[in-house]
């Protein structure tokens, strides 16, 4: 394998990353997931979309194992989560890094030191490597040197956001959870990190699941866009194949008011 | 695949002009391999004048692996070594840019003296009570008007509210405060027997258990029993509400954060305490009644009998009288707390324990005031 990982794979068929066969969640007697399919491939940026309620985040959180599921099967980088031994799986904690919705910072630890909680965890490299790979995530992600000593409590909700990305690349992963990157983000905020992602996942050939809300974040950094409803994929595809599709969800959410406004501003913002 | 193809470079060429080809995997995963691997780097460009990095046979990199290459090319240069990264692909190239090498010094936030922290942290904690003090009584001062102003118009009393916590303060806590003062009920006796029978005083011991249950044991563990079930819920329960803004959602909608969520508790153990302390006393002195029965033979007649001798009535009150005023501080200190409690979680918690802690030993002093004004009215 004479080549980097940072290059994902062009020649069709893809890599999978992520590959969920048939998966059934639910809680008492409510099946939130029923049956459901869904493949990441390597290296693309993956938005995930859904009515509030749906089930996106227990979808994400069943993919971490974070949730049971009742049946069904997920396989990340070929290989099923369910027969993991536990050195395959704190291997796999490696391979994957996460951002919560708001952050799970370690609230008693400066950005710094979350930053190096995964690295003191897994490696042994000396202090002064993890504290120059920390400041480096650091300006990766676009914070400055000094947020390094801050307690998560001293940070904005942007700040916290990209605190917790540089976290969850602390060590190099190949595919990163997004859970809502931009909520709560003013839109300044939330194009930049837009931004941002789009240039990590260039630069380290990341892969990137995205749950969303965000219609901007979609048409700018996404590769491909899956919809969730009724606890199943009802559509994945280009933003142009989310827009010539029939299912009344989605023509709701990708032909509503705000979507149009969207597509406007950016045909505008292209002709410009 | 994993743990082999760690990063490992061979030298081709001596003397002036080198060229080091590195292969395998250089990630972060090899750990101490790659901090390994990039120091040797340096050390063997050591001594040439010019020396190219050659990236074109490397498996796998990332940042990390780009970055201590990196710093062993910069260390490389300050040594005068004319040296340079040949990458292989654009992919590469990128890569090595946005790891390139830079200095993380940074000026960190000078620390001042042992000697002078210590006094601004003593002199810190000096202000921070006084404040406290200050603090508390106008929060009294709040507390008083509001209850006068619910007397007023007795609808603002929440009478359901008040109803409320009496079942959840003195109701549900009654059988935990029961049993301890038992306990110690027992313990007090058992001790009070062993030792008085060394002159020959055992039924002295039955004066000793009531007037020490009834006058201090009873009402203080009561009313630290309730300071740490009763005042931590209230501020933990207070706290969470101004965490999640729901205070300023009442303030907004014009209505007293105090007259709505902190009178009724207030009453509440005001109410409460007196009669958990009624029921400790009677649950102290069964307890002593047991113990002295089975290790001081004083039969439960012989014991009743002492007993009456040897108490009045104002052993009783003295107990009693105290029980609202303890209340009064515990709920006060508990609201306060409450609503003091900042953004985050961990403020919560840090003002749950500060809650109890300052109640308990408010609790102490108070019963420690009023020991003064009793033996000082001779009551």
Redesign the interface.
Known sequence: ???????PANGAPQELAIRVRDVVVGFGSKLVLKGLDLDVRRGEVLGFVGGSGTGKSVLTRAILGLVPKRGGSIEVFGQNLDHLTPAEAR?MG?RWGVLFQHGALF??LTVGQNIQVP?RE?????QE?M???A???L??VGLP??A??KYP?ELSGGMIKRAALARA?A??PEIVFLDEPTSGLDPIGAADFDELIATLQ????LTVYMVTHDLDSLYSICDRIAALADGKIIATGTVEDMLASDHPWVRSYFHGSRSRQVMASRAAGARG | M?EAGGPYFSSEGHGAARVLVLAGEW???H??A??EAGAALARAGQGAQTLALDLS????????GA??ID?ARSQLAAAGVDASVRH??A??A??MK??EF?S?E?A??ASGSPVKELLSDVGESVFNAWRDFVGGISFLGQVVYTLFRALLQPARLRFTSIVYHIESFAFRGLPIIALINFLVGCIVAQQGIFQLQQFGATAFAVDLIGILVLRELAVLLTAIMIAGRSGSAITAELGSMKMREEIDALRVMGLDPIEVLALPRILALIISLPLLTFLADISALFGGLLVAWSYGDISPEVFMARLKSAIAFNTFMVGIIKAPFMALVIGMIAAIEGFGVQ????SLGRQVTASVVKAIFMVIVVDGLFAMFFAAINY
Not at chain 1, 202 to 205: F, I, P, Q
Not at chain 2, 343 to 346: I, L, N, R, T, V
């Open positions: 394998m004479n080549e980097t990982r940072m290059i291997r490696q609230s008693g690295m897994y490696l042994d490299i000396s490597l504290d120059e790979l400041f480096l995530k300006d990766l040197r000094d390094a000593f409590s690349l060590l190099d260039r630069t380290l050939g | 994993r990630t972060i995963e750990g101490a790659l901090e046979s490397v498996a796998a990199l990332d940042t990390a970055w201590v710093k292989r692909d992919s590469q990128l890569l946005e790891a830079r993380f940074i960190l936030p953004g985050s979680a961990e």
